[in-house]
């Protein structure tokens, strides 16, 4: 029996979730039955299948009367408020035409590709047009972007750093104003939880209150943080409310000392980004 039909069936596979989900994929890729079924079965793989209004479980699949198969627009009826409604219903696949197989299959690069997957790439692969799959790659970052004011603050060794995305290098600016050197490029700020998460913020401008009010936001009191020795970190206050702060001196050649401070981690990612930015998605906005 298939993974999905064991799915459908309320059965979670044994071992890893996430490789099992990721081994589906491609087969929920082919076929718009398929597809549908694989979404459905992990929507509603804790609940079993229920209603999207209501949340009533008595609940049933349409069916189509001449042939006795699935409804086409693969509808489910809910026998308590008796309104009809699709596994669309609450995700980012609502008010979308775009046939199920092709979410899977957006889903799926998202998912597995370690520098993103643009929407242009999309649109070759799926036949969709690039209007269609910009959408779509849209609601899936959405999707996957997380929550961080539910979340517990960063802790533990933290390394913070900014870099400039977005811009177009024929329109440099000159030198001049605030965000000089940026080329109307986006600052982006991000905190690197050594062996966690990494968590990035778009900001106006690197100063010293916005970075200030980041770090505070996100960091716990008790952890310690690893910079360059950039003006806004050397000159202000930002590292005084946490427990310890370390500073390595790039313009001395310094990127790391003998007690492990060190901001590679957070550089890594940005490498990492600017990567993807240049082979994957060309231009950001
Ligand atoms: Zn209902």
Request: positive net charge; glycine residues 8%.
């Amino acid at each position: 029996m298939s993974y999905v039909q064991n799915m459908a069936k309320g059965k979670r596979p044994a071992g890893s979730d996430k490789s099992a989900i990721i081994t589906a994929l491609p087969k929920a890729c082919a076929d718009e039955v398929t597809a549908v079924e694989f979404i459905e079965s992990l929507r509603w793989s804790e609940t079993g299948p229920c209603c999207q209004r209501c949340g009533d479980t008595d609940v049933y699949k349409m069916t189509d009367r001449t042939t006795g198969e699935r409804n086409k627009r693969f509808l489910w009826k809910c026998n308590g408020c008796q309104k009809q409604y699709t596994v669309r219903v609450g995700t980012v696949m609502e008010d979308s035409r775009i046939p199920l197989r092709h979410w899977a299959y957006a889903l799926w690069k998202s998912c597995s590709s370690k520098k993103g997957v643009s929407a242009l790439q999309i649109k070759r692969e799926t036949g969709l047009t690039y209007k269609s799959a910009l959408f779509m790659m849209h609601r899936i970052r959405f999707g996957m972007a997380e929550d961080w004011t539910s979340q517990p603050k960063l802790s533990g060794t933290v390394e913070s750093d900014e870099t400039y995305v977005g811009g177009q290098p024929r329109y440099k600016q000159p030198r001049t104003g605030p965000r000089s050197g940026a080329d109307r490029k986006m600052p982006v700020v991000s905190l690197v939880e050594r062996g966690g998460n990494i968590r990035s913020f778009v900001t106006v401008d690197v100063t010293e209150a916005n970075v200030g009010r980041i770090l505070a936001e996100n960091l716990s009191r008790d952890s310690h943080l690893m910079t360059d020795s950039s003006p806004i970190y050397r000159r202000s206050t930002i590292g005084k409310p946490i427990a310890r702060h370390g500073m390595t001196d790039h313009s001395k050649g310094q990127y790391a000392k003998p007690d492990g401070t060190h901001s590679n981690t957070v550089e890594s990612a940005f490498a990492l980004l600017k990567r993807g930015i240049y082979e994957t998605f060309h231009n950001v906005s």
